[in-house]
């Protein structure tokens, strides 16, 4: 019996882990995937994800450090990893009702970017999306819109009528 706790039990345990880690890397790769395309669309551009969860981007087929690509890009491979995490633990806590939260989701982004982040967020499946923001483009995203203003030191908020 200590044999198979000590040896057996540990090499199972290990197993099923690696297993399991292997099944969300896989399920956690494709929202990822497709998140990354639908929000920047471009075929030249792939993301996918190595075994620690890491972004592999690929341009024209060459991998490509993600610190290499530009500032759209970049916010676009973080955007499309929380949007998929989000996916993922909402899937795997079987949550019917959520909260996003996204701060300064679109930080480098072209105007093409900012003008497919409406059909974007209508994609994603949260009872709410606060999103905090500098740019006037995505105020057409919002079904109320606060202005935040720091006044001699203190943040007044308002709502926009």
């Known amino acids: 019996m200590q044999t198979w706790i000590t040896r057996d039990l540990k090499e199972c345990i290990r197993s099923m882990e690696e ?6 890397n896989m399920d956690f790769e ?21 075994e620690n969860f890491a972004p592999i981007i690929t341009v024209q087929n ?10 759209g890009e970049r916010t676009s491979v973080a955007l499309a990893y929380r949007l998929a995490f989000n996916t993922m633990i ?16 679109t930080t480098g ?3 093409e970017q900012l003008r497919r982040l409406k059909d974007v967020m209508e994609k994603v499946t949260a009872d709410q999306i606060v999103i905090v923001s500098h740019e006037n483009e995505i105020v ?9 203003q720091k006044e001699d030191g203190v943040s007044r908020v308002a709502r926009v009528d």
């Open 19 to 24: 297993h399991r880690m292997a099944q969300l």
């Open 30 to 50: 494709s929202y990822f995937r497709a998140w990354f395309d639908e929000i920047l669309d471009d075929p030249e551009i792939n993301a996918t994800l190595d």
């Open 62 to 71: 060459h991998v490509t450090p993600v610190d290499d690509i530009s500032g």
């Open 90 to 105: 909402k899937k795997e806590l079987e949550l019917k009702n959520n909260l996003l939260v996204l701060d300064e989701p």
């Open 109 to 111: 982004f072209s105007r």
């Open 140 to 148: 057409n995203l919002a079904d109320v819109e606060y202005l935040v």
